[in-house]
Structures are given as C-alpha cells and as structure tokens.
C-alpha cells in the first residue's frame, strides 16, 4: 500500500500582489536610506504565502536580512501563527504607576535596589513568588511544560534584562504626582518559547511552504500545534503582567505609598 502523496505546497505570493501601507516619511538622507531598506525587506515579507495585508509604522528600522519583517511592521496572517513576527521579546511592553504624592528619589533609590538588570535571574533567596496558578497553567501547556521554563519563570520574575529596558521615576506635568515607569518583555521564558515555536514552525515550513523563508516559517493557527502555541503566548502576556506587576508593587510596598493607578 503506497502511502498517502504530500500535501500540495502553498507558492509565493507574486512580488508586488499583497501591497503594505506605508505610515513612515524621510526627514533626511538618512531617513531616505533607512525607508528604502524598510521597503525592500517588506516586499519579500508580503509575499509569504499566508500574509494578507501589511504596513510601517513611523519608527521602522531592519531587524536582520532582507525579508526579515523590520522593527515597526506589521502584517496580518490568515490562520497562521508566525514566531519570527514576535521575535524572542514577546510581549516587550510598558507598565505606569501613579505613586501619588510620594518623593520621587525614594522611589527611585528603593526601585533600584529591587530590580534586577542584565543577564541572568535572581537567585535562590532573592526570588518573587510566581502564583501557583500560573506555575501550573505552565506545566500544562506542551510549550511551556520543561524543567527548564519552569525554572526560568521563577528565576527571572523580577528582572528586566538588558538592551533598551528602562527603570524610570518621574512627576507627570499634568497632576505633580509621582509615576514609576517599566520597560521590558518575557525574559527567558519568553525566549524558551519563541525557540520552541521556530522549531515546530520550521517543520511545517519544509511541508506547506519550503520556498518561504525560514524566519517566516508559521505555525497553523487551527492546528493541534498552533492551538497550544496561541495559548503558550497568552500565559507568557499574563507571566510578562506579573513581573512588571511585582517590581511596581514591592517598589510601593517598601515606602508606604499609595497606588493611585496604574497602566
């Protein structure tokens, strides 16, 4: 018995059948050079075989070889989950919490001392308690099950990484009062899971679109493998909400202050 053929492979859109809508204008020739990168690595992005529609925003830049979907794009996908779209930094975001009418240099001097930049996670001892809800929800999740994301979910909570992440203290024009401001992402756990995605996207990729490039591999969104994954993602959103959570609330915690709200 002959086993069943392979499923046809999904060609390449044609270049230029799948437009992107460009929110990005060139103030210099800098500025002209950097948008015409943008365009080029667009255009090998919009003819991914699931991508249905795209667009720049204004503070575009490459991010790796052309067809590497730059910093500030963005595309819509039909029933497709691309890993190297979110890239390692899932949920790079900001959290702001209005602190009242506390000194913003207590602020500050308690937030550093609680915080942990550059490589690496806390040690035993230093560490913020991760809920048992979210540790199970993990250990459940094919994902996000492994000795090793159990163990950076719990070393790297309350830490901030590296690059562009920020710590910031200051007093809002508008009302005097002080906020406390956090800029990082997932950590490892988040890196662990983009790792994993790219590998089950890259077996797809050879079977459904061996000509589109690797780091555009996709996962299907209605697959047993892409229902997993889409929920992978949200337990990291809800892992990366805590951590920002948990330095804002020790940091108001340790001087007594009052959190009027937070973002």
Do not use: G
């Given at each position: 018995m002959k086993p069943p053929p392979p499923p046809p492979t999904l060609p390449l859109h044609d270049a230029g059948a799948v437009p992107f809508h460009r929110n990005i204008e060139a103030a210099d020739e800098d500025e002209v050079q950097n948008i015409a990168k943008i365009d080029e690595t667009m255009r090998a992005v919009m003819r991914t075989p699931t991508v249905v529609a795209g667009a720049v925003m204004p503070d575009a830049c490459p991010a790796g070889p052309v067809g590497t979907i730059p910093v500030g794009g963005v595309v819509a996908a039909k029933n497709a989950i691309h890993p190297g779209m979110h890239s390692a930094d899932i949920c790079c975001s900001v959290m702001l919490t209005n602190l009242g009418d506390a000194d913003p240099k207590a602020v500050l001097d308690t937030?550093?001392?609680?915080?942990?930049f550059g490589a690496g996670g806390r040690k035993q001892g230093q560490r913020f308690t991760v809920s048992q809800r979210l540790v199970d929800a993990f250990a459940a999740n094919p994902f996000l099950d492994s000795q090793k994301m159990q163990q950076m979910m719990a070393s790297h909570m309350g830490t901030q990484g590296d690059g562009n992440h920020f710590l910031f203290v200051g007093k809002s024009r508008a009302t005097g009062n002080t906020c406390m401001i956090t800029h990082h992402g997932s950590r490892g756990p988040g890196a662990v899971l983009y790792r994993l995605g790219m590998e089950v996207a890259?077996?797809?990729?050879?079977?459904l679109s061996p000509d589109t490039l690797k780091q555009n591999a996709w996962i299907?969104?209605?697959?047993?493998e892409g229902r997993d994954y889409w929920e992978a993602l949200q337990l990291i959103r809800t892992w990366t909400k805590a951590n920002h959570t948990g330095l804002h609330q020790v940091t108001a915690d340790a001087i007594g202050a009052s959190v009027k709200d937070r973002f």
């Open positions: 937030a550093q001392s609680i915080t942990h890259e077996t797809f990729r050879k079977t299907p969104a209605d697959s047993p």
